[in-house]
């Protein structure tokens, strides 16, 4: 049987027929704040969250252009990292209970494969896809979602801060450490300096103890990735980045690149690279294809690592890095009617940070 067996002093999980608010993509580059039906009470292991920020990421702009990567049907509730308060809970539920400040993994895995099993959620062989992007996402005032995929966050972080764990910190939190294997005393290049996981990547590596080079577009952008502990900025308009990288390091090059623009940067990435050195993608903004030196490749024995998303350990891992006194950059915060215009900041490649819808 399912059912809520618990709700928030003075406020009911949503009634039948109750109505909501929810962005809505309702075709490419067109998106409606719309009155849709609430959702019923959460199933025995769901819970109910009621959304109180999201975050925005360069995936949410590749949806609104309408460049899925798989099959889906408008209209799609848009959003695809959040932050809310748990208002019920069904009657399988024990981990989490009403009150509870929460983010959520926003990817539908199954739970049940491998991959799922030994923790490796963004590898699940049966994801049915990711909120907002895919299916349904965060954009809502009142969410159901599988208990399992609940996060709790610290008290002392805030929920706009939080709604960066899910994609921004996360992403680089597998990065780097999963992936590239980060060590302290390294020296790292870090492209796109100025994007959400740009700041949140020259932000974990400063922690750790390493060098950081960065690249940015303008000088604004210069002075402010230089006051968020960057030992060394460079301007990619001004300036070609792998000759300045070259010489910065004595020409021995960087032990990581952290890769997420595509083929603009990706082979000057792996020319600033040490022998061995390591290189981690995550993103192609600027085009999906490169033409690679395989010469160089096995010559300099280059490590290259894909990543995509991360897994639920690593928003445990970004929450309590976020306690510790490591918060997001945030570029601007937008309220919900806004969203429309956040992307557009976005997609303008004028931010610097992370932007926020608040509801």
């Given at each position: 049987?399912?059912?809520?067996?618990?709700?928030?002093?003075?406020?009911?999980?949503?009634?039948?027929?109750?109505?909501?608010?929810?962005?809505?993509?309702?075709?490419?580059?067109?998106?409606?704040?719309?009155d849709v039906?609430?959702?019923?009470?959460?199933?025995?292991?769901?819970?109910?969250?009621?959304?109180?920020?999201?975050?925005?990421?360069?995936?949410?702009?590749?949806?609104?252009?309408?460049?899925?990567?798989?099959?889906?049907?408008?209209?799609?509730?848009?959003?695809?990292?959040?932050?809310?308060?748990?208002?019920?809970?069904?009657?399988?539920?024990?981990?989490?209970?009403?009150?509870?400040?929460?983010?959520v993994?926003?990817?539908?895995?199954?739970?049940?494969?491998?991959a799922?099993?030994?923790?490796?959620d963004?590898?699940?062989?049966?994801?049915?896809?990711?909120?907002?992007?895919?299916?349904?996402?965060?954009?809502?005032?009142?969410v159901?979602?599988?208990?399992?995929?609940?996060?709790?966050?610290p008290?002392?972080?805030?929920f706009?801060?939080?709604?960066?764990?899910?994609?921004?910190?996360?992403t680089?939190?597998?990065?780097?450490?999963?992936?590239?294997?980060?060590?302290?005393?390294?020296?790292i290049?870090?492209?796109?300096?100025?994007?959400?996981?740009?700041?949140?990547?020259?932000?974990?590596?400063?922690?750790?103890?390493?060098?950081?080079?960065?690249?940015?577009?303008?000088?604004?952008?210069?002075?402010?990735?230089?006051a968020?502990?960057?030992?060394?900025?460079?301007?990619?308009?001004?300036?070609?980045?792998?000759?300045?990288?070259?010489?910065?390091?004595?020409?021995?090059?960087?032990?990581?690149?952290?890769?997420?623009?595509?083929?603009?940067?990706?082979?000057?990435?792996?020319?600033?690279?040490?022998?061995?050195g390591?290189?981690?993608?995550?993103?192609s903004?600027?085009?999906?294809?490169?033409?690679?030196?395989?010469?160089?490749?096995?010559?300099?024995?280059?490590?290259?690592?894909?990543?995509?998303?991360?897994?639920?350990?690593?928003?445990?891992?970004?929450?309590?890095?976020?306690?510790?006194?490591?918060?997001?950059?945030?570029?601007?915060?937008?309220?919900?009617?806004?969203?429309?215009?956040?992307?557009?900041?976005?997609?303008?490649?004028?931010?610097?940070?992370?932007?926020?819808?608040?509801?």
């Amino acid at each position: 049987m399912t059912g809520v067996i618990e709700t928030t002093v003075g406020e009911r999980a949503a009634a039948p027929h109750a109505t909501m608010r929810a962005l809505t993509l309702v075709s490419d580059r067109k998106i409606e704040l719309l009155d849709v039906p609430a959702p019923p009470p959460p199933g025995a292991d769901e819970v109910q969250i009621r959304v109180k920020a999201i975050g925005l990421n360069h995936i949410d702009v590749w949806g609104w252009r309408g460049m899925a990567f798989a099959k889906r049907k408008l209209p799609l509730i848009v959003g695809v990292e959040a932050a809310g308060e748990i208002v019920a809970i069904g009657s399988n539920v024990t981990a989490s209970k009403v009150g509870d400040r929460v983010v959520v993994y926003g990817a539908q895995t199954c739970g049940h494969c491998k991959a799922c099993r030994e923790g490796r959620d963004n590898l699940c062989e049966n994801v049915e896809g990711i909120m907002g992007f895919h299916v349904d996402g965060f954009a809502r005032d009142l969410v159901n979602m599988p208990a399992r995929l609940v996060v709790p966050v610290p008290n002392d972080v805030s929920f706009r801060d939080a709604a960066c764990a899910p994609v921004a910190f996360g992403t680089v939190q597998h990065m780097l450490f999963d992936n590239a294997k980060l060590e302290a005393g390294e020296t790292i290049l870090v492209q796109a300096g100025g994007s959400g996981i740009g700041t949140t990547a020259i932000k974990m590596a400063k922690a750790l103890g390493c060098t950081v080079i960065t690249t940015v577009g303008d000088d604004d952008k210069a002075a402010k990735a230089k006051a968020l502990g960057a030992d060394h900025v460079i301007n990619y308009r001004t300036e070609r980045f792998e000759g300045v990288v070259r010489k910065l390091t004595a020409k021995k090059g960087v032990d990581v690149a952290f890769e997420h623009v595509g083929p603009d940067t990706f082979n000057g990435s792996l020319l600033c690279l040490k022998r061995g050195g390591r290189l981690v993608t995550c993103g192609s903004t600027s085009g999906q294809s490169i033409t690679m030196n395989l010469f160089q490749l096995y010559l300099q024995q280059y490590r290259i690592t894909g990543s995509f998303g991360c897994s639920i350990r690593n928003i445990h891992e970004s929450l309590a890095k976020m306690a510790s006194g490591l918060s997001p950059v945030i570029d601007t915060e937008v309220a919900l009617a806004d969203f429309e215009r956040g992307l557009a900041r976005l997609e303008s490649r004028q931010v610097f940070g992370k932007i926020i819808v608040n509801f």
